[in-house]
């Protein structure tokens, strides 16, 4: 199964709302998982089962969708919260992560 | 609390077998609720699963590198190793070891801080 991100790369200001879509090759159920990955660091997980939040995850962090298509949404834009994100469908045991999307600062 | 941690050479010659080995602190590798594995990414690059293996022995292989991949486990020391052979420079990247539970998330919730190999000669 693959899995295409979009935007590769965005701009946006603090306090912005943006929006990280997500499609998979063919249906993924809600298998469907999100993570934030700062520099230098493994990867966090953010989002699980396509709008589950994760246990210490902000709630301006929110999923949603189904089948083939998946959003992460940032609700308002915090300094903490430029970074890479990836989205990976579970539905495979081996699930495949889309190719990110690094938000920066405008 | 959860702690997985990577270890092994930084750097690797062309041709040679990398070696590493994941510990594991506040969760039993045995546990039924749990997939553990290795993830890897290159410098500026995205994460590509290489193999994780489940507690019934089940063990599962990018097919990708299938050929060269061989993933062990050691219960007694709560540790899982990789081997991956015939090393080039397309293989340099950090390596995470992760955990990724049954349920409820089905995802991998919990991540090594990753090791840097290079390979070089």
């Known amino acids: 199964i693959q899995v295409t991100q979009s935007p590769s790369s965005l701009s946006a200001s603090v306090g912005d709302r943006v929006t990280i879509t997500c499609r998979a090759s063919q249906s993924v159920s809600n298998y469907l998982n999100w993570y934030q990955q700062r520099p230098g660091k493994p990867p966090k997980l953010l989002i699980y089962?396509?709008?589950s939040l994760q246990s210490g995850v902000p709630s301006r962090f929110s999923g949603s969708g189904s089948g083939t298509d998946f959003t992460l949404t940032i609700s308002s834009l915090q300094p903490e919260d430029f970074a890479t994100y990836y989205c990976?469908?579970?539905?495979?045991?081996?699930?495949?992560f889309g190719q990110g999307t690094k938000l920066e600062i405008k | 609390q959860l702690r997985l941690q990577e270890s092994g050479p930084g750097l690797v010659k062309p041709s040679e077998t990398l070696s590493l080995t994941c510990t594991v602190s506040g969760d039993s590798i045995s546990s039924l609720t749990s997939f553990w594995g290795w993830i890897r990414q290159p410098p500026g690059k995205g994460l590509e699963w290489i193999g994780s293996f489940y507690s019934t022995g089940t063990f599962y292989h990018n097919s990708s590198l299938r050929s060269r991949v061989t993933m062990s486990v050691d219960t007694s020391q709560n540790q899982f190793s990789l081997n991956l052979t015939s090393m080039t420079a397309s293989d340099t990247a950090v390596y995470y070891c992760?955990?990724?539970?049954?349920?409820?998330?089905?995802?991998?919730?919990?991540w090594g801080q990753g090791t840097l190999v290079t390979v070089s000669s």
């Open positions: 992760a955990r990724k539970l049954v349920a409820p998330t089905e995802a991998l919730d919990s």
């Open positions: 089962a396509t709008s």
């Open positions: 990976q469908q579970s539905y495979d045991t081996l699930g495949t």
